[in-house]
């Protein structure tokens, strides 16, 4: 489909030809507009931003680069190439044609599904507003920015969803994406994780490791889906969901390098000395971890989930890469559970497969998520310290599914609430920590130059050096 960058909103779905649709997405494009100003990044609208911008879908197109100040963002709406007779990939349809409207039975559930993806866009921005005064360099300082513009831009391809395929409640939806703010005592966002705070750099990182890789595994579910617009609007959000993980992995990788360098020249791993340099010891990265990986586990939903059997069975929202699984339509299988059994122990239990969707995406997730912990325990194997980072057990401090309130020590053993009070303190992140990590947090905006607790990057940006002026500030 031709690309229109040139339009008033760039697209690829010809809105040119769709005037009503056209009126009130430019209706609402003012509102978006004032919304990013008042609840986006804070104070940096007027600097030059070496950002990539999607003008079409292809690979020439999809990651344009250029200083621009970020309010003049193209926000476009880009849909993925509409496959040549794309069937239903799993549940009950299996095998039929996918959809180009949606179903009356399913239109209030697939409406629930993309505006609750479309909230967290917005959430994130909001969450990582003033970030951008104490980033660690400019390298940082624009990676936080593309970040939020992409997630601007996510936003418009829900809402362009809404308003194409949902009518009046479509637009009405549209409207309360701008309503609901993160962390809002009326008007909250949806997701409990997207109403957390993020104060600090290293909260940041892991929020885009941990919770945007959510945001991969719920669009790749999403691009599943037998309602062909949200699926190709999901595949395309997903080349650029990868930069995003790509900040947070890099940026712990950092932290971490960093910390291993201070501990060299120290001669010592004692988290106090660590202090003292100016860098994050082991043991507070390890908590923050513990905080949003168990986080973002509870935006997988309940292990044992009706709501995920439906959705799987009417072909709303699929399994991640649904073609690397043998059987699509997944009746007579069953998942066995562990569940807690009330006696201090889990039991097992087996549910319908269906049932238990939910838990196979979580699992999956949970294996990439392995991934970076890899990579950062072979910076401190090579270093020759003994410490390695760990993701805690999936029954570590959840507040959704069956694990939900039960306190648990990191390997998931039940514990009574006296000893999960009396060691919350090695697991979660401290407010000693917190104010610590805080203490670091100053702007570095000279080129080239990179804040103390954190090492350089391995490369620039699209080729660029490291000391690239990746944001002029005005
Ligand atoms: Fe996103
Ligand atoms: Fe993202």
């Known amino acids: 489909m031709e690309s229109n960058y040139q339009d008033r909103i760039p697209n690829n779905v010809d809105l040119g030809s769709n005037r009503t649709l056209q009126r009130a997405l430019e209706h609402w494009q003012p509102e978006f507009l004032n919304w990013w100003h ?3 990044p804070s104070d940096f609208n007027a600097s030059e931003v070496y950002l990539r911008t999607a003008i079409s879908v292809d690979t020439k197109g999809w990651a344009t680069f250029g200083y621009v100040k970020m309010p003049e963002y193209r926000w476009g709406i880009f849909l993925a190439e509409p496959g040549t007779d794309r069937r239903i990939g799993f549940g009950d349809n299996y095998g039929q044609p996918v959809w180009q409207q949606v179903p009356g039975e399913h239109r209030s559930t697939l409406r629930r599904l993309i505006v609750t993806q479309g909230d967290t866009e917005p959430a994130s921005v909001e969450q ?13 300082l624009r990676n936080l920015f593309q970040v939020n513009v992409e ?3 996510h936003l418009w391809a829900m809402v362009y969803l809404l308003h194409a395929y949902f009518g009046r409640d479509g637009r009405e939806e549209a409207e309360e994406l701008l309503e609901r703010h993160s962390g809002d005592a009326d008007k909250p966002r949806i997701l409990s994780t997207f109403n957390e705070p993020i104060s600090d750099w290293l909260s940041f990182y892991m929020f885009t490791y941990f919770t945007d890789r959510d945001g991969k595994f719920q669009l790749k579910s999403l691009a599943e889906s037998s309602f ?3 699926s190709r609007t999901c595949q395309f959000m997903l080349t650029e969901e990868a930069h995003h993980m790509f900040v947070g992995d890099t940026g712990i990788g950092r932290v971490i390098k960093r910390t291993i360098e201070v501990m060299k020249e120290l001669g010592t791993d004692d988290p106090e000395a660590v202090r003292k340099a100016g860098a994050v010891d082991l043991p507070t990265v390890q908590r923050y971890l513990n905080f949003w990986f168990s986080s973002s586990l509870d935006l997988f939903g309940g292990d044992s989930s009706s709501n995920a059997a439906s959705y799987f069975a009417n072909g709303l929202k699929g399994r991640p890469d649904e073609e690397r699984y043998e059987d699509h339509v997944a009746t007579g299988q069953s998942y066995t559970l562990e569940l807690p059994n009330g006696k201090g122990g889990a039991k097992r239990e087996e549910i319908p497969m269906r049932n238990a969707m939910n838990e196979v995406v979580r699992e999956s997730y949970v294996r990439d998520c392995e991934k970076g912990l890899a990579r ?4 401190l194997e090579e270093a020759g ?4 980072m760990m993701l805690p057990s ?8 069956s694990w939900a309130n039960i306190p648990t020590d990191l390997n998931g053993k039940p514990i009574g609430a006296e000893e999960f009070a009396a060691r ?3 697991w979660l992140p401290t407010e000693n920590d917190r104010a610590y990590v805080r203490s670091l947090m100053h702007g570095v905006f000279e080129r080239g130059k990179m804040a103390g607790w954190i090492a350089p990057p391995e490369r620039g940006i699209n080729t660029q050096p490291r000391d690239f002026e990746y944001v002029k500030l005005p």
């Open 128 to 140: 990582q507003r003033l970030l951008g005064h104490t980033a660690p360099s400019l390298y940082d």
């Open 376 to 379: 950062w325990n072979r910076l």
């Open 385 to 388: 310290y003994p410490h390695r």
């Open 394 to 401: 999936t029954r570590f401090r959840r507040t959704v599914g």
């Open 228 to 230: 062909d617009p949200l």
């Open 38 to 40: 008042g609840l986006g």
């Open 151 to 153: 997630e601007g831009r």
């Open 424 to 426: 919350e303190t090695e």
